[in-house]
């Protein structure tokens, strides 16, 4: 992508939060496409993605790719970056017109199945339209809610420490499988000491790391119906990372601000940063020194709470063309030629046809597949957690308030009692 994943994440959510609960969706009954088909029989489908120019160019290129085995369909792609899709999109579905086929995430899985706009694939899959078969390790399930399959996984990904290798060498840390939080925090005092930075840039406004803590502990972040934490629990976690933000092991909030979009880490403020194992190329184009991917710190010295999340296709309940769309998407996730020219883009490929055929040659990709391996051959993978309607703004949420908490502005117990509150009325839209 031509900017983060990390970066146009944090756009994203900024603007789910704003106008997600602007907008009442009912559900849809309209139609997808461009119509009927023409007078040779040619069918036109519409395909909308978010992203940045390098992933609309390698789309582009397997839509063509299928065009040509498949003379009938013609694609027309729609594509922008995160905020403005999911902005379009609710109008699109709220006026009964989205994409017959668009990507889609687990955030807005129900929010939208709720609404009636997705099209439960099954029934394709049953037709014999669309093969359900050859996905890696479950992945396919985080597709499903409430027994209908909703989204078609593209790629996979799991949560990962990003770490600046010289510092971390220099501050004598080898992080391995098994370490724990306390070894953690152990290293980022480390890390100050000898490096004179601050060992992590932010971790506790993370939400996806706050669930794998839960996880940890017995609970998760969501369940089905809502949150599955208490504030008290919230208030613990954000003021621990407050204390931390003090004494200097994580990095001052104000300078991460103004090194945006550059990450604190790349940037040298900090030695470490939580996200999802394949947005760490930014590091690498982004800073000077040498990036790699280190494990998830554990309660146990074992669990580490991790799944697989995934960015996913989706298609349009009402669409004109649902054979179309379900052949279409079918070729996305299947034909290995696709598989080839998206590489990792939208994480490490979620069929094994896709995954066989694509070899990375570049260190940060080589090192992004040894990373997934490793984590599943030490089977702490679990199944992702539920995320009920409304997710996608407790998310948003969560991002901005704990934000506030790092520089100070809100006091952690005041912010958890916020963050309940914008939850539970993200629930009830």
């Not at 009442?24 to 029989?41: E, P």
């Not at 687990?106 to 078969?133: E, H, I, P, T």
């Not at 909703?150 to 600046?164: E, H, Q």
């Amino acid at each position: 992508m031509g900017t983060s994943r990390n970066v146009e994440r944090r756009t994203i959510l900024k603007a789910a939060g704003a106008s997600a609960t602007a907008l009442g969706l009912a559900a849809t009954t309209g139609c997808g496409g461009d119509g009927g088909a023409s007078a040779d029989g040619t069918v036109t489908i519409r395909y909308a993605w978010w992203g940045g120019e390098p992933r609309a160019i390698a789309i582009k290129k397997t839509i063509a790719l299928f065009e040509k085995k498949n003379p009938k369909i013609k694609v027309k792609p729609e594509f922008t970056d995160y905020e403005a899709f999911w902005e379009k999109f609710q109008t699109q579905a709220s006026g009964g017109n989205p994409p017959d086929v668009f990507q889609n995430a687990v955030g807005f899985l129900r929010k939208y199945d709720k609404r009636g706009v997705l099209m439960d694939l099954k029934s394709q899959a049953d037709a014999g339209n669309l093969n359900l078969g050859a996905f890696r390790n479950g992945v396919l399930a985080n597709g499903q809610v409430d027994g209908k399959q909703v989204g078609i996984p593209v790629g996979a990904n799991t949560m990962s420490l990003v770490v600046d290798l010289k510092a971390f060498q220099k501050a004598g840390v080898t992080p391995e499988f098994g370490w724990t939080w306390d070894d953690y925090f152990e290293a980022l005092q480390k890390i100050q000491d000898r490096v004179k930075i601050a060992g992590d840039t932010g971790y506790f406004a993370i939400m996806y790391l706050y669930d794998l803590y839960l996880r940890q502990n017995g609970k998760a972040f969501f369940t089905e119906s809502g949150l599955g934490f208490t504030e008290a629990d919230l208030t613990r976690w954000w003021e621990d990372g407050y204390k931390r933000v003090k004494a200097g092991l994580v990095a001052d909030p104000k300078k991460i601000e103004q090194v945006k979009p550059k990450s604190g880490l790349s940037a040298g403020l900090a030695a470490s940063e939580f996200t999802w194992d394949n947005f760490s190329i930014r590091y690498e184009g982004e800073g000077d020194s040498d990036y790699g991917l280190a494990p998830i710190p554990t309660t146990d010295g074992k669990h580490t709470g991790q799944y697989l999340g995934s960015l996913m296709l989706s298609a349009f309940s009402g669409s004109k063309h649902p054979e179309e769309a379900a052949r279409f998407i079918d070729f996305m996730v299947h034909d290995p030629e696709v598989g080839e020219i998206m590489g990792y883009d939208r994480g490490i490929l979620a069929t094994t046809e896709q995954y066989d055929a694509f070899t990375p040659t570049d260190k940060t990709n080589k090192g992004v597949r040894a990373y997934e391996e490793k984590v599943a051959a030490e089977g702490v993978l679990g199944k992702i957690t539920p995320h009920p309607s409304g997710a996608d703004v407790v998310e948003a949420a969560f991002l901005r308030i704990g934000g506030e908490v790092a520089q100070g502005r809100t006091k952690p117990a005041d912010a958890a009692k916020t963050l309940f509150g914008e939850a539970k009325a993200a629930f009830a839209g």
